[in-house]
């Protein structure tokens, strides 16, 4: 990065006071933590990041990345923590929550890290990255944070991560008829203004029902609460498999059944609606919808901090998020499996849409004519008139180590978006991690919600293999 580098229109509109938004990557890890062999690995490695070594400033009327000396001892955090803690998981859920109370400090890079030795139920350790949403986007940041880890089978070598491909329905023309071409190129401009003109319809009218997910004005500057639940990667893999669809569309598929479930269970006991075609009736009215989060770059996937880094790679560093809108199916429905075929659907026709990359660009543009305070409003209308915000990540196929310390699972989630509730999906060798970002005010029982998903995916999975047996007979 150039010295000087002025702060991207996305970057201004994330510090805004209405969004001022954070990045929370936790690491799990197997073993207690050495915090000085953290220290001595991030000065060779994350210092080089000139991202991680300049703070903002003010320069000629411009707010700019002014390159800056690192007091390393003022970015790593190691508390002092009572051995004989009571529920070690949710001190460290309090820990985490505590976040969304401050700012970090603009004198300095806007980053840290928090390395809490305390075992908890699923790790002997925990660090924690909080990283300003300005220095860049999830897909970068989680680049960065791989890019220090090396394979526990090989201390040499970076993690493989697997490459997201691209919709493989976008042949060229040579492959169809002339007519066929034709027809499917009017239908994708036709899809992707559809979609951006309900895009821009719903910043001024169009509104989620409201529901027990859903949050209200200024929700995003709440107190937030950070739970995290791991599921079995096969077992996502199976229904894949069988079903023939992605990954992506299994873990949408999942969150719309939890979804369901949740709801069903909330409007049960407030509304004291006992007769279930009443209830199911009333859930098939619910117009709730997730703000999909698209990594817009050339080439799918997480990449190598060498690639993301180099000065002509088409895999750039920074924000360069575009988004879908994405109907959930709220109904009760008897196959579970319908969850997925529903969810596989609507991805479908969205991917045959541009609206992800013209979602960007509008965006861009906006923040370049009218400035980053409008962009910002009209984001934070984007995320209040929607439910909540979804994105999956793919991480290593295999164990990592974090400066020699295995690691047991990664789970990282954003705070300071104008919704209730976030949902990330983010895998790591046979596991998958669900991270919940929620305002208490709103879901005052995220365990629940975890449970929800998790059950949801062992009923989709039963139901799977019940299909393999009676296809077999």
Not at 236 to 249: A, P, S
Not at 289 to 309: F, S, T
Not at 435 to 441: I, N
Request: glycine fraction near 4%; include cysteine.
């Amino acid at each position: 990065m150039a010295s000087g580098e002025e702060l991207s229109p996305a970057g201004k509109m994330l510090l805004e006071p209405s969004m001022n938004c954070y990045v929370i990557a936790t690491i799990g890890l197997k073993t207690r933590i050495d915090p000085q062999v953290i220290r001595e690995g991030l000065s060779q490695t994350l210092l080089k990041h000139s991202r991680f070594t300049s703070k903002l400033a003010k320069e000629g009327g411009k707010i700019k990345w002014i390159p800056t000396r690192v007091e390393l001892e003022k970015h790593i955090i190691v508390p002092e923590i009572d051995s004989n803690i009571e529920d070690p998981d949710r001190f460290v859920e309090d820990y985490i929550s505590h976040f969304t109370k401050t700012s970090l400090d603009q004198s300095k890079p806007l980053w840290e890290v928090h390395l809490l030795n305390i075992k908890t139920s699923n790790a002997e350790a925990v660090a924690i990255f909080r990283i300003h949403h300005s220095l860049g986007d999830g897909a970068s940041l989680i680049s960065l944070l791989l890019a220090v880890t090396r394979k526990t089978s090989d201390p040499h070598a970076l993690p493989t991560v697997p490459t997201q491909n691209r919709d493989s329905s976008h042949h060229s023309s040579s492959q169809f008829s002339c007519f066929f071409a034709i027809w499917w190129g009017l239908l994708l401009i036709w899809h992707t203004l559809v979609d951006m003109l309900l895009s821009l319809l719903t910043i001024f009218f169009i509104r989620d029902t409201p529901t027990p997910l859903k949050g209200a004005p200024g929700v995003g500057l709440n107190i937030k609460r950070f739970v995290n639940r791991t599921v079995s990667m096969d077992d996502i893999k199976l229904v894949k498999n069988q079903m023939q669809t992605t990954v992506n569309d299994v873990l949408l598929g999942v969150t719309q059944a939890a979804l369901t479930r949740y709801l069903n269970r909330a409007y049960d006991l407030e509304s004291n609606v006992n007769v279930a075609k009443q209830r199911s009736s009333f859930l098939k009215k619910v117009r709730l919808r997730a703000l999909v989060l698209v990594n817009i770059r050339p080439i799918g996937g997480i990449q190598d901090l060498a690639d993301m880094m180099a000065e002509k790679s088409k895999v750039k560093w920074g924000n360069r998020m575009g988004y879908i809108i994405l109907p959930f199916h709220i109904a009760l429905y008897e196959d579970p499996l319908e969850y997925i075929r529903k969810a596989k659907d609507r991805i479908d026709r969205k991917k045959h849409s541009l609206e992800a990359i013209c979602s960007y660009t509008c965006s861009k543009a906006v923040h370049n004519l009218l400035g980053a305070k409008v962009a910002a409003a009209m984001t934070e209308r984007l995320l209040l008139n929607t439910t909540i915000a979804f994105s999956n990540v793919a991480g290593p196929v295999e164990e990592i180590s974090f400066y020699g310390h295995p690691v047991a699972y990664i789970a990282p989630t954003v705070y300071g978006l104008s919704n209730a509730l976030t949902i990330h999906f983010q895998s790591y060798a046979n596991k998958m991690t669900i991270s919940l970002a929620v305002d208490p005010l709103v879901i005052p029982d995220p365990y629940l919600l975890c449970d929800d998903l998790e059950q949801s995916l062992k009923l989709i999975t039963d139901a799977v293999q019940r299909k393999n047996i009676v296809d077999l007979v």
